[in-house]
């Protein structure tokens, strides 16, 4: 049975860094896409952060680049999100999903609906 269990969540200013974790039991990141999406209450679930795991391309949305970095540690079958420079828009929940399959078009696809595996959340409140 597939476990994803996120942690790392919390409440910061605006500036402010969190490095979210997602811990996988039952399933060892190898080449099925996985990443992290965040949802506000009322708004659609937004992908946010990508990597294949078989090559570590990775993929961002727009309003992320160069702020936050996906990763992974293969002996702790973890998953990572470093969230640097923090700002009140990237307040949300914050989702880890795995068993995304492969790349497409040289990337993996940031959509939710090609992902089987989620975890239950942890929530990221960023303060002004």
């Known amino acids: 049975q597939v476990q994803l269990v996120e942690s790392g969540g919390g409440s910061v200013q605006a500036g402010g860094s969190l490095r979210l974790s997602c811990a996988a039991s039952g399933y060892t990141y190898s080449r099925q896409c996985v990443g992290w999406f965040r949802q506000v209450p009322g708004k659609a679930r937004e992908g946010v952060a990508f990597?294949?795991?078989?090559?570590?391309?990775?993929y961002y949305v727009d309003s992320v680049k160069g702020r936050f970095t996906i990763s992974r540690d293969t002996a702790k079958n973890t998953l990572y999100l470093q969230m640097n420079s923090l700002k009140p828009e990237d307040t949300a929940m914050y989702y880890c999903a795995a068993d995304g399959g492969g790349l497409y078009g040289g990337r993996c696809r940031p959509q939710g609906l090609w992902y089987k595996n989620w975890g239950r959340g942890t929530q990221v409140t960023v303060s002004s």
């Open positions: 990597i294949h795991p078989g090559t570590d391309i990775t």
